[in-house]
């Protein structure tokens, strides 16, 4: 991808140039630069909570997304009882669940409920009442010490390896907060969107994304974190896999007895498609091409999200098996290879080892270790050839420790592994009590320590500090070494100092301190030259301070760090349009809608190009796409009237303007003047087209 911009040598680069856009924020008030929303923006919830939500039937003030059929699995259950029954305490069926008494940790209930999030300086306490379940955070801010507490209303896991839990707020949107049970050590943990730059109970927006990936059906208002509790289906259900279920009950019931119609059997499904259906969340299809919750198993997931390219395993969405497995020799020869070969997505545990999935190709006699192994590990081929690897991308602050993983996973990626042969043999060997068993203990242990205490040096090297900390905790597995410790220790203080200051140039540039923010950029980008986020926040300050000549460095290196990342061309085409180089604007643009095709704001500086462009057929449909996917900002409306009036459309324009005045109402009173003023000058201009098209018949 090579950006049109311009050249640093145009003497025109660096002097914006008012037009279009620039008129509308004068109007508006509003000058909404790119990155606000995109990846690693931070938006911090500071006004205070009520004690207990309590959602409205109808929270929504614009039109959210239809229910197209999703009934529940208790409907399904009205034939399929059994299966149902197999399913309610599947992980799928319990990755969202409103929290219960005797399913959440003890320690609600008791003084262990406390946890101090030391990087950011929190006080955390988790209590029940009866059957309601609270947050309370405290800490200290320049104006004295300060509380907030927040009820849980959703528990995200399954109770087997985190717990994350959501607050709804009284007006539809839902948050997640800061703290999560780990399972596996039974200890608090905070999340890394915790930072000393927060405020109130430290929640962040829960995204759709998200939310998709834990339930089958939640009604939602595009564009923000609005759900809706009433008849949200929480959970994987039936209806995830299997589509949704009204036509196929309702004819079912009309027609007992006759052959299954209306309703999907994903074994029915060609392999990929059968494999989608489980990778529409088991992968990096991250990025939404249609609006949320419209996917449907049988159709190709590529309609409905672009998939991200991942350059390391540590920076993967929370699951991704399919990359893995797609490289395996195993799965390119053969055709019958799906996730359920081995997985069985009703049941809690499969019903059988997977290693019995291998058999179906393998022998036993065709493991060329076999003669080297002990007979209680010639059975074990997936200890093997999918060893179980710490889960780095998802990681947890705890009391005395940082970046710690909860989970680990099999690795997807079948294959010979030395690395995992050992550790199946160290692991057999400490158990036995003879002392050759002892000494291959010790041999295997220091052979181990040394690979993974390599792979950390090496990671580190290429500044992956999260992937070198998980393989210092891989050999801290092996066993404790004072080297290990004093390693693991340094990455995790270089990786806290780049979290903390990361957050500073966030809470920096929210705070309109720019100056500020760059000096911390700055000191990112000189431990870190290579990370995409930093260059992408770096250009937009500078083109805050009005130095676009130095931002363009920046911004082109981020679609060369990270393909997924749409901010440097969205800022790139900025500083085109602002020096009057639409066509160029829009050729940027146009690329980082690609990657980013639901963004408002992509949508609504497409529009601004093709209207300068003197194509204001094409900006009403770009203007109206963001106003669908953001009924909030009046600058989207002025913008798609001023586009209407281009063709004529008088009627629509001062409909829209109006709307837009609308929006400013009740809010600052020098803004909604101005727009008032607009709307009046708008309705002359409507007059006086209308009165010169009747003289010219």
Not at 29 to 38: F, I, P, S
Not at 133 to 138: A, D, K, L, N, T
């Amino acid at each position: 991808m090579t950006p049109n911009l311009p050249s640093s040598a145009d003497p025109s680069a660096g002097s914006v140039q008012p037009g279009f856009f620039q008129r509308l924020a004068l109007v508006v008030g509003l000058v909404v630069l790119v990155g606000l929303g995109w990846k690693g923006w931070a938006a911090w919830r500071t006004q205070p909570v009520p004690e207990r939500p309590v959602v409205s039937s109808n929270p929504f003030t614009e039109k959210t997304d239809v229910n197209p059929g999703y009934i529940g699995a208790q409907s399904c259950a009205e034939c399929h009882q059994t299966r149902v029954e197999e399913c309610l305490s599947s992980p799928h069926f319990r990755t969202c669940r409103i929290p219960q008494a005797g399913e959440l940790p003890d320690t609600f209930t008791t003084e262990a409920g406390s946890y101090l999030a030391r990087s950011a300086g929190v006080q955390f306490d988790m209590r029940q009442v009866g059957n309601r379940f609270y947050q309370r955070s405290r800490y200290a801010t320049p104006q004295g010490p300060k509380q907030s507490e927040t009820s849980i209303d959703l528990v995200l896991g399954a109770g087997k390896a985190d717990d994350v839990y959501l607050s709804w707020r009284e007006d539809g949107a839902l948050f997640e907060l800061p703290v999560a049970w780990l399972w596996p050590t039974k200890q608090w943990a905070s999340s890394h969107f915790c930072t000393p730059f927060g405020e109130g109970d430290f929640a962040r927006n829960m995204t759709v994304r998200c939310m998709e990936c834990h339930t089958t059906w939640m009604e939602h208002a595009p564009g923000t974190n609005l759900f809706r509790q009433e008849g949200a289906l929480l959970g994987v259900t039936c209806e995830r896999c299997h589509g949704p279920g009204k036509e196929h009950a309702d004819y079912h019931r009309l027609n007992p007895g006759h052959s299954a119609a209306h309703i999907l059997n994903p074994v029915s499904l060609d392999r990929e498609l059968l494999i989608e259906v489980c990778t529409q969340c088991h992968s990096n299809a991250i990025t939404h091409r249609q609006p949320p919750y419209s996917h449907r198993p049988g159709t190709p997931l590529s309609d409905s999200y672009r998939t991200h390219q991942i350059a390391h395993s540590e920076n993967d969405h929370v699951a991704d098996q399919i990359t893995h497995l797609r490289k395996s020799r195993c799965f390119q020869q053969d055709e019958s290879l799906t996730c359920i070969t081995c997985h069985d997505p009703h049941q809690r545990e499969s019903a059988a080892p997977v290693s019995s999935a291998c058999a179906k190709c393998h022998q036993t006699s065709d493991c060329r270790q076999l003669p080297s192994l002990p007979e209680a590990l010639q059975s074990k081929c997936v200890d093997c050839h999918m060893p179980s690897r710490l889960k780095i991308n998802v990681k947890f602050e705890v009391e005395g420790d940082n970046f710690v993983p909860p989970i680990r996973r099999s690795q997807h990626r079948i294959g010979i592994d030395e690395v995992a042969r050992d550790e199946v043999l160290w692991n057999w060997h400490r158990q036995q009590t003879s002392s050759e068993s002892q000494s291959e203990t010790a041999r295997l242990a220091e052979r181990l320590i040394n690979h993974w205490l390599a792979e950390a040096e090496a990671r580190a090297g290429e500044k992956r500090f999260m992937a070198a900390i998980a393989a210092v905790r891989e050999s801290l597995v092996i066993g404790e070494t004072p080297k290990a410790r004093e390693m693991l220790g340094q990455l995790v203080e270089a990786q806290e100092l780049l979290y903390l200051e990361w957050a500073r140039a966030l809470d920096q540039i929210l705070k309109n301190k720019p100056e500020e923010a760059q000096k911390t950029l700055d000191k990112l980008l000189a431990i870190d030259p290579g990370n995409a986020d930093y260059h992408a926040k770096l250009g937009t300050v500078l083109v805050i301070l009005g130095k676009p000549q130095e931002a363009i460095p920046h911004l082109m290196r981020v679609a060369e760090l990270d393909p997924n990342n749409a901010s440097g061309l969205g800022v790139l085409g900025r500083i085109a349009y602002g020096n009057q180089k639409y066509e160029a604007a829009l050729e940027q643009w146009e690329q980082a809608a690609e990657i980013e095709p639901l963004l408002p704001q992509l949508q609504y500086d497409l529009g601004l190009a093709l209207l300068e462009l003197k194509r204001p057929a094409e900006a009403i449909q770009r203007f109206e796409r963001a106003a669908s996917m953001d009924s909030d900002r009046p600058d989207i409306l002025i913008a798609l009237a001023e586009a209407f009036a281009a063709t004529g459309e008088w009627d629509k324009s001062i409909e829209r303007a109006t709307q837009a005045g609308g929006l400013t109402e009740g809010g600052d009173p020098e803004q909604s003047q101005r727009v008032f003023e607009w709307v009046e000058s708008l309705k002359q201009r409507a007059a006086q087209a209308q009165k010169g098209k009747r003289a010219s018949r």
